[in-house]
């Protein structure tokens, strides 16, 4: 079956731009998750969805963002982008959020979209 | 809350040679506790899992991790290093009392011929 998919998987935007990014989650994955790692902090927890609501925050902005449809399908936005935000942003779905992460039910991780920031 | 610390942001072994990998997790409860691996352009797959009840747990490609309450470690090890365990190896935790996964700052493993 289809794995996590991510679009678009590289993009390049300027300072103040915003952008959008698509993920799409395993067949009846319906839980997606959203990180953010670069060199310098790692991996970081942005946000959780779970049946079109969102169930968990991480530390960061209110200019990330992000929706789930009915699809499970999710999008992020980040609004007024600055050079920090170049970053790999991976998308992890799984049948139910959070814990138990027992059995099948695990992250599944997508290929990332690549976004610089000029 | 819980934090995990992977000592070495990058550890070089010989091909054929014994793999370890250190991982220490910080949490007031029970943790669930991972190992990813991420290859060059390309998302985060799991090797392995502690959950529950054993606690040495098995993986693919031949990795294992030892789960120590008392050490309050999560080490990944491989008996025998191939060229293609060239990746970087991120250890997570994740409890039911904070419900967010925490990954550490990762460690590239680099097999020397």
């Known amino acids: 079956k289809a794995g996590v998919t991510q679009t678009p998987r590289y993009l390049i935007k300027t300072r103040g731009q915003q952008v959008t990014l698509s993920c799409s989650p395993i067949?009846?994955?319906?839980?997606v998750s959203w990180y953010q790692q670069t060199p310098g902090q790692g991996l970081q927890f942005l946000f959780e969805?779970?049946?079109?609501?969102?169930?968990n925050k991480g530390n960061f902005p209110g200019r990330f963002s992000g929706r789930q449809f009915s699809n499970s399908r999710s999008e992020m936005n980040v609004s007024t982008l600055e050079l920090g935000d170049s970053a790999l942003y991976l998308c992890?779905?799984?049948?139910?959020?959070?814990?138990?992460?027992?059995?099948?039910?695990?992250?599944?991780f997508g290929a990332g979209s690549r976004l610089t920031v000029l | 809350a819980q934090s995990v610390t992977q000592l070495g942001s990058h550890v070089s072994v010989s091909e054929g040679a014994l793999v370890l990998l250190r991982c220490n997790y910080s949490?007031?409860?029970?943790?669930?506790l991972f190992w990813y691996v991420q290859y060059p352009n390309q998302g985060l797959q799991l090797l392995l899992k502690?959950?529950?009840?054993?606690?040495l747990v098995k993986g693919i490609n031949g990795f294992e991790a030892e789960f120590k309450k008392s050490e309050t470690s999560f080490h990944l090890t491989k008996p025998s290093a191939h060229m293609s365990d060239a990746a970087e190896y991120f250890c997570?935790?994740?409890?039911?009392?904070?419900?967010?996964?925490?990954f550490g700052k990762g460690t590239r493993l680099h097999i020397l011929p």
């Open positions: 992890a779905s799984s049948f139910l959020p959070g814990t138990p992460y027992s059995g099948a039910n695990v992250l599944t």
């Open positions: 067949s009846g994955h319906r839980s």
């Open positions: 969805y779970f049946s079109e609501t969102q169930r």
């Open positions: 949490s007031s409860v029970p943790p669930y």
């Open positions: 502690y959950t529950t009840g054993a606690t």
């Open positions: 997570a935790v994740i409890t039911n009392r904070d419900d967010k996964i925490i």
